[in-house]
């Protein structure tokens, strides 16, 4: 097998992230470093190590949770709960992480995976994976602010990629963007003086969460997930 697939097999992280361990030395195939990930490995024979450590190759896992409010995202914290205190004890829990992040008050599609190569094709800007989001305002909308933030709003720091708007009744909407920058969605509505009182990420690319109710997970399979 080919180093570099035998790496991704071991969930060190995508191809190109692969190629940077390698240039870096960061790779040892029975002691040696590697400078070629297409070299050819046995995966049963050789001691594979990533900063001297013993690469295992892991059982890619996938899961969505259906996450509540008042949950961080983010592997411990002082003060609040963490998103992984919602995964059951039948999860496979070993080296999983969300990919991306919710906000502490937002519901809604969280995937946890142990699969480096997956997370990083759906959160690389460049791939500009779509996430629909449901979002209740303080205010009713105007057509041309749903039109400023559909042509791409600046949020201060940044200005956003073109985004889709559908109307659900006069103070609640579903909003689709195709990029993950920190409180996004109630930067955009802020932006044009409306405020975000309730977030839930409905949908994560092709995932959604029907037939879920809150804090369920459930284990999907790698190819439910539409990406390239
Ligand atoms: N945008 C936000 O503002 N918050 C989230 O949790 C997700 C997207």
């Known amino acids: 097998m080919r180093l570099e697939k035998y790496l991704v097999q071991c969930g060190l992280g995508s191809r190109r992230e692969i190629k940077e361990f390698v ?3 960061k790779i040892k195939v029975n002691n040696e470093i590697v400078f070629d990930e297409g070299i050819a490995i046995d995966e049963i024979n050789d001691f594979i190590t990533f900063n001297d450590n013993k690469l295992k190759k892991k059982t890619l896992k996938y899961y969505i ?3 509540k409010a008042g949950y961080v995202t983010s592997a411990s914290d002082e003060d609040n709960p963490v998103v992984n205190d919602l995964l059951p004890n039948w999860v496979d829990k070993k080296a999983l992480f969300p990919v991306g992040r919710l906000d502490k008050d937002t519901e809604g599609l969280l995937l946890f ?4 190569e997956l997370n990083y094709k759906m959160t690389h800007p460049e791939k500009k ?3 629909k989001y449901y979002a209740k305002l303080k205010k009713e909308i105007s057509s041309d602010d749903i039109k400023k933030i559909e ?4 949020i201060g720091s940044h200005t956003c ?3 889709k708007i559908e109307i659900i009744d006069e103070n609640s909407v579903y909003i689709t ?3 993950g920058k ?3 969605v109630k930067r955009m509505f802020k932006a044009v003086n409306n405020k975000v009182v309730y977030l839930k990420r409905v949908e994560f690319g092709n995932l959604n969460l029907n037939g879920m109710n809150l804090g369920d997970v459930r284990e999907i399979k790698r190819e439910d997930i539409l990406i390239d």
């Open 113 to 116: 995976t142990n699969d480096g």
């Open 129 to 131: 994976f779509s996430k």
């Open 161 to 163: 990629l073109p985004s």
């Open 177 to 179: 963007i195709f990029e």
């Open 23 to 25: 240039i870096s030395g």
């Open 151 to 154: 042509d791409g709003i600046d």
């Open 65 to 67: 949770l259906y996450k």
């Open 182 to 184: 920190y409180h996004q």
